[in-house]
Every structure is written in C-alpha cells, then in structure tokens.
C-alpha cells in the first residue's frame, strides 16, 4: 500500500473516498462517529450531537439513475425516487460488494487534524482520534473530510424579536422526526426549502393550521415532469446545459422563469421568488400548492416579531395563538476538529479551489469532499470528487499554483452571485463543474469522438440525461459498462412504472425536443434583432 489517508466520515463521501483511495494503490482509514454508515441516509428516531439527522418520511429528489455511484447502477426494481430506507439499503450493498467496510472504524471521533511539525516538507497530519474514552494519534500523509454539512443546525433566535417571551414550543427541523406530536396543533414552520415544505405538507394532515414564513420566496417543482418523467431526467442534460449557457442572459432568465412557472403561478401561491432568474436550489415537492389550495398550509412572509402566543409578519398580519414553532432555517458549515483558517482562509468565507482544495496550503494533502452543492445529485459529484483528491495524494495529477487557483476562486465567485445570488453555500451548475472535475482526471466525455465513433451513444450522452455513467466511461477508472448503463438508463427508469403494461413503453423523443428548442430560440432570437 502507499501513503495514508485519514477519511473523516462514512457517508457517501466518505466510501467513495475510500474505494478512490484503493483505486490509486493508497490506504485509507476512514472514522466514523456512528456504528453503522450512510452518514445522513441513516435514519435515527432521534437527533445525535455530531450527526445528520433526518425525519422519517424523506424521499431522495434527486432520481435513482442521476444519483447512483458511477459504475454501480440501483437494481431493476427500484423506485425513481427512493425512501431513506431504500437508499440507505443501497449504500450498504455498495459498500459491501466493494468490500470497504474493512478500512472504517465505528464509533470513533476525530477530536483533532492538524499539520504534523514536518508539514513543510512532508505535507503529513497528526489526526487524534477517540473510542471508548481512549485517545490515540496517528500521523497520516492526506486527509479527506467527508462529515457533510448538515450537522451543525443554524437556529437564528436572534433575528426573530420577542422570541424568548414565546410561550409555545420550538425546535429546529434536525430535531422534528414525525408529525404525531403536533396532532391538533397550530404550527408555524419558517423557512421554505425542500424540508420545510416536506415538514409543513406532513402536518397538514393532523395540525389544525400549518403557515410557512418565507423571506424571499421559491421556485416550487415537482419531481414528475414533461410527459410523466423524472425531472432530472429531462431537465439536466448536455444540451439544455449548452443553450442556457449559450443563450443571452435575458433569453435564458425568461426561459428559466417561464419553465419554473408552467406547474402553477407562484404569484398566486405567494411563493414567487424575490429575484426569480436566479438559479437558486427549487423546492421539490408534489404536493405543496395543493395543500394550499385545500387551506391546510398557508403562506406569509418574514416574521416581524413575536409575542407571548403569536407572529406578527412583515406585511403586518398575525397568526395567533401558535402552539409550536418549527425553523427550517439551514445549517451551519463546522469543522471542530479541524483549525477554522484552513478552509476559511480569506474573510472568514468557506475559500476552497473548486469547492475541494484550500489554495494556501503549502501541500495539497487535504481535500474537502462532499461541500459543493448544485442541482446534480451528491452522489456521482462526491465520487468524482475523491477520485480528483486520490489522483493529486497520489501525485499522478497537480494541482495549478496557489495565484492561479486564487484566480478561478475569484471568477468562479462572480458566476456564483450572478447565478444564484448572495449565500453562504457553495453553488455551482452542476454538468459545467463535472466536466471541470473529469478534465483534471482525463474522464470528461469526449463528445466530438463519441458522435465520429459511436453515433447512437453520442446522441444519448448529449441530448439524454447527464447521468454518472458518463463520467466512468473513458479515461482513468473507466467501467467497462458504462455505455450500456447509459443505452439502458430509460429502461430501468420506466421499469417500476408499468407494473400494468399497456402498449409499448415511450422515452423523449431527442431529436423533436431539438427541432422545438431550436425554433422557439430562433423565434426570440428575430424577435431581439427586430427590436433591438
């Protein structure tokens, strides 16, 4: 084996690292707090100090063929969208068939990571570990976080006046696990991201009234789309990629919007977002404008202060005698283990080349995998992720200079805002971040090649979903069934569907998608040049 690497969580970042690890002849070892793995998948009917926690009724949504380990498709049978159970199932025989369970120690907490007196020349890391009550230290030449970033809740008290006179009960939704509690109850749920929503539409079932406070609105989607299919099976492909890119800026905000508000008007739902061309995560949920429709979930703005039973919102109306509160407010990013100018080296703001390197380290030995977010699934972005950071530990890539990584953090700051507005995450389009990662590695598909050699793949790759096959099909770690993962991907997403077959099963039709999405640019296009 070759050099060490400490693993710092045994989520899906944390077993793609180590099967990257493996991949490039290092050796792993992986610490986890819990004695199972699945990190946030693994469901607890209670909240743990140090752990993701989820409620009980979550559903993936993101589809099971854009969010599956690259070379390692869900079986047949399996659902679109998944419960927590049904993914947690998953990242077991994952973990299991690619035999990784061996390099992870349970219940065991990493209280210290810092750099080792040699670091200089050896870039090496004194990690202190604990099990038991014992402490042990041990030098490792890389390490991988891997401990995600729902942990730490982010519980804004005080920005909410006259919250410590409330009589009523609140918690953060890290803590809210099922709705029957809160049977008959009147619930006030402030935050409007997909566990918000999920939690506020579960209560509406048993609460007497549910309201959700927004400061600035959503893009609210549903995860069934044109024609019936997975939303991310339509939505994230190479070309839409290439035409919202390609597009002038206000074509492609008026379309984007357009898109978002073809289910329902957000205006009439009070839910239109402030600034709706920005390309902010949307909240999924199926069911949310229905149960405002049926009066059992309501919307109002930002809270203005509280009283003793009672929000007073910014547009001076009030919900009255409120039982409990419940903030789906976010969560803050921690490292406690870990000293905090690392990865926030300039501003006391999250500085990191391309969401994964800190630039001023003096020796890229250590990677943050699993931070990024974006509308692609967090599954294939971690794996490609490791795979980057194994390559560079094992000194089979390099990482630019220090000046030059400063610079594309810098540019890459810009877009952000532009695209996604002031926030704390680290936000990226998903297909354009991919292709950066799989061009350090050699493993960004080569599209020009495809369409000379493979004609039928090309067309799939390019026009069909972004799926991770694509980026486990040439080049390093390449799998050998990629192209039929990628030619059959349809086949097993219509599969649990028709349990009841009538007639022939349909895929989208590329090419009429093409002729449609050409003409109607074109149309704006003549449009623009005529007026302008």
């Not at 009234?209 to 939505?235: A, C, E, F, K, L």
């Not at 793949?457 to 990629?482: I, N, T």
């Amino acid at each position: 084996m070759g050099k060490r690497v400490a693993i710092v969580g045994a989520g899906v970042s944390g077993l793609a690292s180590i099967r990257c690890c493996l991949e490039e002849g290092l050796e792993p070892t992986c610490f986890e707090r819990s004695n199972d793995i699945g990190g946030l998948w693994k469901f607890l009917d209670h909240a743990e100090e140090g752990r993701a926690s989820i409620y009980q009724s979550v559903f993936t949504n993101s589809s099971k063929e854009m969010m599956c380990f690259p070379d390692f498709p869900y079986p047949d049978d399996y659902p679109n969208y998944m419960h927590h159970s049904k993914l947690q199932e998953y990242i077991k025989t994952f973990a299991q068939k690619k035999n990784l369970l061996r390099y992870i120690q349970f219940e065991t907490l990493v209280s210290s990571i810092k750099k080792c007196p040699s670091f200089l020349v050896t870039g090496q890391w004194e990690v202190v570990s604990e099990k038991d009550g014992k402490q042990e230290s041990t030098i490792f030449d890389a390490i991988m976080i891997c401990s995600g970033h729902h942990v730490y809740p982010n519980l804004p008290t005080d920005s909410f006046p006259g919250l410590h006179q409330f009589q009523g009960h609140y918690l953060h939704s890290r803590d809210y696990k099922d709705p029957d509690a809160f049977t008959g109850k009147r619930v006030l749920v402030i935050g409007l991201g997909n566990s918000g929503s999920d939690i506020a539409v579960e209560l509406s079932r048993l609460a007497t009234q549910v309201v959700i406070s927004t400061r600035s609105g959503s893009w609210v989607m549903s995860r069934v789309w044109d024609n019936g299919y997975p939303w991310d099976m339509v939505y994230v492909t190479r070309f839409a990629s290439f035409l919202r890119n390609a597009l002038p800026s206000f074509v492609s905000d008026w379309l984007y919007v357009k898109k978002m508000n073809t289910w329902f008007k957000h205006e009439n739902f009070g839910l239109m977002p402030l600034n709706g061309s920005l390309r902010k995560e949307p909240v999924f949920n199926d069911e949310l404008p229905s149960r405002i429709l049926c009066g059992t979930v309501s919307i109002k703005p930002n809270v203005k202060e509280f009283t003793e039973t009672s929000a007073v919102f910014e547009d001076g109306t009030v919900f009255e005698a409120i039982d409990s509160i419940i903030f789906a407010t976010g969560y803050d990013y921690a490292y406690p283990f870990l000293d905090d100018s690392i990865i926030k080296s300039r501003n006391n703001e999250v500085t990191l080349f391309k969401g994964i390197f800190p630039p001023l380290m003096e020796k890229p030995t250590l990677a943050v995998i699993g931070l990024v977010q974006s509308l692609g699934a967090a599954i294939p972005t971690a794996d490609l992720q490791a795979r980057w950071a194994a390559k560079v530990f094992a000194n089979s890539c390099t990482l630019p200079t220090t000046n030059e990584m400063m610079d594309d953090i810098d540019e890459k700051m810009g877009k952000k805002l532009k695209w996604f507005g002031q926030s704390q995450t680290l936000q990226t389009d998903y297909i354009t971040y991919m292709d950066e990662l799989g061009s350090f590695i050699g493993a960004k598909p080569n599209i020009p090649w495809l369409f000379l050699t493979d004609p039928q793949l090309a067309l799939e790759v390019y026009f069909g979903p972004c799926s991770p096959y694509q980026f486990r099909l040439m080049g390093p770690g390449k799998w050998d069934g990629a192209r039929n993962a990628i030619l059959t991907q349809w086949d097993r997403t219509v599969k649990p569907t028709r349990m009841r077959a009538v007639g022939k099963a349909q895929r989208p039709q590329h090419f009429y998608n093409l002729l449609r999405i050409l003409s109607f640019s074109v149309l704006l296009l003549a449009v623009w040049l005529t007026f302008y």
